[in-house]
């Protein structure tokens, strides 16, 4: 935990299944710790995270002038291990994902929060696959009929900056374009080879 109330950073700290002990001194931030940590999965009736009450008060003008957003302030990070069944279930719908050991999750000081596997493979970024879209876009023009599917792709491709990860919604729109261009590039291909078998016959 961190950058909440009366603690700048608690340190990292192992949760046990049967039963974890805070020890401390009044006022040592016990309750500061529990109270963040309840934001992980709090309830609808629980209050949320408020930066004018729940930033540290000594450092609230960072907040309060902008140079700090809330949104950039993770105030709680918890870890899990995975065991043998999320990885089965992790597996079904990733399935190059099936050795991941760990996953977490964040909320920050806006209430806005983060998922995050550690141990996945780095998402690649648009300039790792800009000359492999080219080449698709090249292989359109030579098919037949494929001008709106040119315009579908090229839509989706101006969205990206060379550097931007490929994830989200604009990847599955990007994905949906090259599966549909793969497509018709296969098809264009057995029509190609049938004229040529017709040819040669």
């Not at 043998?84 to 399935?95: H, S």
Request: hydrophobic fraction near 35%; aromatic fraction near 6%.
């Amino acid at each position: 935990m961190r950058d909440y109330r009366s603690v700048n950073d608690s340190g990292e700290f192992e949760v046990e299944h049967d039963k974890t002990i805070l020890v401390g001194i009044n006022e040592a931030g016990k309750t500061c710790l529990l109270t963040a940590m309840e934001q992980l999965n709090a309830p609808a009736a629980r209050p949320k995270f408020k930066a004018l009450t729940d930033y540290p008060r000594a450092r609230y003008t960072e907040v309060q002038r902008g140079d700090r957003p809330a949104s950039d302030v993770s105030v709680v990070v918890a870890s899990f291990e995975l065991d043998a069944d999320d990885r089965r279930a992790v597996e079904e719908v990733g399935p190059d994902l099936g050795d991941l050991q760990t996953y977490q999750f964040t909320r920050r000081l806006d209430n806005s929060s983060m998922h995050w596997l550690p141990d996945a493979p780095p998402y690649k970024t648009f300039r790792e696959v800009e000359e492999d879209l080219q080449r698709v876009r090249k292989a359109l023009q030579a098919a037949e009929d494929t001008g709106t599917l040119i315009e579908k792709l090229d839509a989706a491709v101006k969205k990206y900056t060379p550097a931007e990860k490929l994830i989200g919604a604009k990847a599955e729109t990007l994905d949906a374009c090259l599966s549909e261009a793969i497509a018709e590039i296969d098809e264009e291909n057995e029509r190609e080879l049938t004229r040529l078998i017709a040819f040669d016959g």
